[in-house]
């Protein structure tokens, strides 16, 4: 099947640095999703990126859809303690199903 | 909001073993869906499920089956469970034409 590929696998930061994650697929996507699981949870939607070129920003986060369709990144700035867990990337096509990247666990220290 | 629960957060069943996971959603969505997390491989698409009683093979469907009678209930099926089949199971559902999925929080499932 599809495949995205997300780097960074992870991430060992201190507390107030900024963050920054990616995802490259072989693939054209129609949209493009960023999740975070936090430990014990489901994924919860943070941003969803409907048009190439689209920058779009959450509070602290900021991702954008890559101008080719096959890529995007997201940015957190001053992580915060409750930043902590697993960010997904995803991408979505026909039928509306989601292909979704290996995933990028934040660590964050005090 | 709305609300996929799944019946158990942890699981621990024996090789050989058939295995129920079920999962409910209540908001009339018809779309269903059921993905393994594990480490390093991000979520991987089992089965899913568009409307009662039909069913897609997702990317990893082998060792695996699928039950939708009702709309709002999504039940994954191991017929005889492996301890490659030992993973984080997760259930999500999604209203057509929408992009929001909404995730359960997961059952365990260990297989000894």
């Known amino acids: 099947g599809q495949q995205l590929n997300q780097s960074p696998q992870s991430m060992f930061i201190q507390e107030g640095e900024d963050v920054s994650m990616n995802c490259t697929s072989s693939s054209i996507f129609n949209t493009w999703l960023w999740y975070k699981q936090d430990p014990g949870e489901g994924p919860v939607l943070l941003i969803a990126?409907?048009?190439?070129?689209e920058l779009t920003s959450n509070g602290r986060l900021t991702a954008q859809f890559g101008i080719t369709r096959k890529d995007s990144f997201l940015n957190i700035s001053a992580s915060i303690p409750s930043d902590v867990g697993i960010y997904f990337c995803?991408?979505?096509?026909?039928?509306?199903?989601?292909?979704f990247g290996q995933g990028t666990r934040l660590t964050i220290n005090p | 909001d709305v609300k996929v629960t799944q019946s158990s957060r942890y699981l621990v069943k024996r090789t050989g073993e058939k295995v129920f996971l079920e999962c409910v959603q209540d908001m009339d969505h018809e779309n269903m869906f059921w993905y393994r997390q594990d480490p390093g491989l991000g979520l991987r698409l089992i089965y899913f499920?568009?409307?009662?009683?039909?069913?897609e093979k997702g990317d990893i469907p082998e060792g695996y089956s699928v039950s939708r009678e009702k709309k709002e209930r999504f039940s994954l099926i191991l017929e005889s469970a492996s301890t490659n089949q030992t993973s984080m199971y997760l259930c999500?559902?999604?209203?057509?034409?929408?992009?929001?999925?909404?995730f359960g929080s997961g059952t365990r499932l260990t297989v000894v």
């Open positions: 990126l409907y048009k190439a070129g």
């Open positions: 995803a991408g979505q096509s026909y039928l509306q199903k989601l292909v």
């Open positions: 499920s568009y409307d009662v009683k039909m069913k």
């Open positions: 999500a559902s999604l209203l057509v034409g929408w992009d929001r999925y909404t």
